[in-house]
């Protein structure tokens, strides 16, 4: 994720972010259950999508 994607996803609504951490959780299971079963074109997408998720959680509590 770039410096300005993330600044418009840290500025939008609490209800839109927990939006996209439901569809960052989802995207987290398809690409490890598809490790599981097969070899992944970029395993770093894993890493990178918990790392939103997390991004997410903390942008989620700091505007609740």
Known sequence: MKGKQREE????PPKELAVQLREAREKRF???????VSLLKNPLE?????RNI???????RQKG
């Open 9 to 12: 996803l840290k500025n939008q």
């Open 30 to 36: 398809k690409l490890g259950f598809q490790q599981r």
């Open 46 to 50: 894993i890493r990178e999508t918990r």
């Open 54 to 60: 997390a991004r997410l959680k903390t942008w989620i």
